[in-house]
């Protein structure tokens, strides 16, 4: 095992890692309030991040030629695992996303998205031809694409959507004819306005009433009443509210301002505006203590309440150069496969990174992604070096070809 790699990437990776600890540092005051150890969350992430480091590494020296043989295998396990958390899961913030094996909690839909790029990757490399992608490859990535985004979509519909932007992506770079894509975004934008509508028809705002009522339930030893709609739409609620409130476009004064019902949004606003564009400096946030996952969902309104403008743009700049980094290396790649693979990686990387600033600085509704490779997370950290080890592993070969055609050229 050894150190290699497009060393653009290496750079990208370190500084993101050291903005990580340092503002997961600051933004997780209330979680060190709670625990009693200062330095206790901070160094739980490091161990997180050193263990990302390594897998990474690992990944790193691996071919590429075993990424792709291992495509079916992790499919069919995303699937069972898709399936098992929608019946075992265990419910975190209302949501059924984690399950839990052998002391170990973890995320399925975090192996999924892999899984996923990797069947889209070799679908799409395997019926290649010298105008683009063959017609029937369209159907087969459908398939695909349908059995890991619509259980995701149950239970994590901003996830669903990142994926189905991520597939679309990869089509595109495929050269899948242009009419099976304008029809399949077509199809999507339809899909959405029905998602929307139903949304708002089942959708249901939790009162009081009801909290007391499942509190009291649970108390009693006894587990609340749902009906398989209830289980299958019992997010509906959620996303209803944070549409609402996001179309919601009147004009609030700042007396008004319910602190309680809209905290997060709030509070990343306040942080925002008080960083007074050249920001409080690293560790003087203010809104830390407020902000409920200031360390995950909304980090990155602390590190604009920190560094200002400038660091918001320099994090910004990170994710851009990965993506076009990793556009350059899949360039230089002989074969179709590795190509897709790493490029699907980057946009599902650097587009996450869009949602969660975009979420951060009032342009999105809130939709729970964090911040990758910065925010504080477990299977989401690994994962995502995971990622990054699988593009420094093609960036090796793809290195290597280029060696090998410069040197196979007779010279005058």
């Not at 105008?131 to 985004?149: C, D, L, P, R, W």
């Not at 979509?153 to 669903?160: G, V």
């Not at 007074?276 to 909304?298: C, I, M, T, W, Y």
């Not at 600033?357 to 490779?373: E, I, N, R, Y």
């Amino acid at each position: 095992m050894r150190f290699k790699g497009d060393g653009v990437i290496w750079a990208v990776f370190i500084a993101l890692c050291i903005v990580s600890i340092i503002e997961v540092f600051s933004a997780s005051s209330s979680m060190s309030f709670k625990s009693g150890n200062y330095l206790g969350p901070v160094l739980k992430h490091c161990g997180l991040l050193g263990f990302g480091v390594l897998a990474m590494i690992g990944t790193m020296n691996i071919s590429c030629r075993w990424f792709k043989a291992l495509t079916s295998a992790a499919l069919v396990l995303s699937v069972c695992l898709l399936i098992g958390v929608f019946f075992l899961g265990e419910s975190t913030n209302g949501s059924q996303r984690w399950m839990s094996i052998m002391g170990i909690q973890f995320q399925p839909s975090e192996l999924a998205k892999g899984a996923l790029v990797l069947s889209v990757a070799k679908i799409l490399s395997a019926m290649q031809t010298d105008t683009g992608t063959e017609k029937n490859a369209f159907k087969y990535v459908m398939i695909v694409s349908a059995v890991i985004i619509i259980p995701i979509a149950f239970e994590n519909l901003s996830t669903a959507a990142l994926l189905s932007f991520v597939v679309i992506v990869m089509m595109f770079v495929a050269r899948v004819p242009a009419r099976q894509l304008g029809r399949l975004i077509g199809a999507i934008l339809a899909l959405v306005f029905g998602a929307l509508l139903l949304v708002e028809l089942v959708g249901k705002a939790p009162d009081k009433t009801d909290d007391d009522r499942r509190n009291m339930t649970e108390q009693v030893g006894e587990k609340p009443k749902e009906s398989v709609l209830d289980k299958v739409f019992h997010r509906a609620g959620t996303w209803k509210n944070r549409i609402n409130k996001f179309t919601d476009k009147k004009q609030i004064d700042p007396k008004d301002v319910d602190l309680d019902k809209d905290a997060q949004v709030a509070h990343a606003n306040i942080a925002i505006a008080s960083s007074n564009v050249v920001g409080k400096g690293p560790g003087n946030s203010v809104e830390r203590d407020f902000l409920s996952q200031a360390f995950s969902d909304f980090i990155y309104a602390i590190i604009i309440e920190e560094t200002g403008i400038e660091g918001a743009f320099v994090v910004l700049f990170l994710y851009i150069i990965l993506l076009f980094r990793t556009a350059t290396i899949a360039n230089r790649c002989a074969n179709a496969f590795p190509a897709l693979m790493i490029m699907g990686f980057a946009v599902l990387l650097v587009v996450q990174a869009l949602f969660n600033m975009s979420v951060a600085v009032g342009l999105v509704p809130v939709t729970g992604q964090p911040l990758p490779l910065i925010s504080k997370g477990g299977t989401s950290t690994i994962v995502n070096c995971v990622y990054i080890g699988m593009i420094l592993s093609v960036s090796v070969s793809a290195k290597k070809r280029d060696k090998e055609k410069t040197t196979s050229v007779p010279v005058a």
